[in-house]
């Protein structure tokens, strides 16, 4: 048993991983409680052993859904089983039945018009439909010229990425505001240098937050040199699209869930010059190892 000294907050969360390209036991070292893995390969997610308490819990959307040859089938890290191409309405139902057999907690579909074929939106309402009939929310990959404005149209209910390849127009952003919420995943667009997408994103997300869009913090982990662990980058960006620190904290805990709490050493220091570097010294901690806390 240990006495904790500190600040001690909800289980951490990082709604955007793929565990098939991160070493799942250094993220919850690097305290992260949980992750939502948005497609990794059934066999990846198979050898993960269960009630491995060096593990994070674990949230599966299963595989991409995307049209004939669509994003991601065309990418290197795109492992057999991590996407399913959906070639039909009656086979989409299919699709969305395989995932929920498999455990999926939600459905993601690729819709990247910048990387070949995007599902028609035929085929995405059956999806959709299928998918909320189950009880499972859909989560799309939004990228390229009207892709924003299909999601929408098809009732996605979370986006994977805050949209980075267009300005989203504001009345559709007002919109979406309404019953969309958005996974952040600003520093993936610079890795901690300045560029045009992560300023678009940033732009974006402000706005979305200021109409009332509820944020989720989330990293895609598995893309690029991103910290295993607390992003501070991603806080810091998140507070520059002009997020609180209470936002950011509520964008990554869900105190309802049954998730390790989290504890910084210390304590955290709420001033925005200090807050992201503060909630990096994070730890996931085991509740029956604790004795006593000391909020900050």
């Known amino acids: 048993m240990r006495q904790l000294n500190g600040t001690v907050l909800p289980g951490l969360r990082d709604a955007h991983v793929h565990s098939g390209l991160v070493d799942l036991r250094s993220v919850r070292a690097g305290g992260i409680a949980e992750v939502h893995d948005l497609g990794s390969a059934p066999d990846v997610l198979r050898a993960l052993p269960a009630g491995d308490p060096t593990l994070p ?29 959906v070639r039909s309405p009656l086979d989409a139902e299919t699709a969305v039945g395989e995932q929920q057999q498999a455990g999926a907690r939600a459905v993601k579909v690729a819709l990247n018009s910048d990387a070949g074929p995007v ?17 499972l929310a859909v989560i799309a990959h939004v990228e390229g ?13 979370r986006l994977a990425h805050t949209p980075w390849t267009e300005r989203v127009d504001g009345r559709l952003l007002a919109d979406a505001a309404e019953r969309m919420s958005w996974i952040s ?35 895609d982990l598995g893309n690029g040199p991103l910290p295993l662990g607390v992003n501070p980058r991603e806080v810091s960006a998140l507070l520059a699209a002009e997020l609180t620190p209470d936002d950011v904290l509520t964008a990554m805990t869900d105190p309802r869930g049954p998730v390790p709490p989290c504890w910084v050493p210390g304590g955290l220091d ?24 000391f909020p900050a």
């Open 57 to 85: 819990r674990m949230r599966v959307v299963g595989a991409f859904l995307t049209a004939p040859r669509g994003y991601p089938s065309d990418r290197s890290w795109a492992a057999t089983g991590s996407f399913r191409e």
């Open 119 to 135: 599902l028609p939106a035929s085929v995405l309402a059956v999806i959709v439909t299928a998918a909320h009939d189950a009880g």
């Open 185 to 219: 995943t600003l520093d993936m667009h610079g890795f901690g240098a300045d560029t045009p997408q992560l300023r678009t994103a940033t732009d974006n997300l402000r706005r979305f937050a200021e109409y009332g869009g509820t944020v989720y913090y989330g990293t």
């Open 270 to 293: 709420l001033a925005p010059a200090h807050f992201a570097e503060s909630l990096s010294r994070a730890q996931v901690v085991d509740v029956d190892q604790v004795t006593q806390n």
């Open 145 to 157: 010229e009207g892709t924003m404005r299909l999601a929408y149209d098809n009732g996605i209910d």
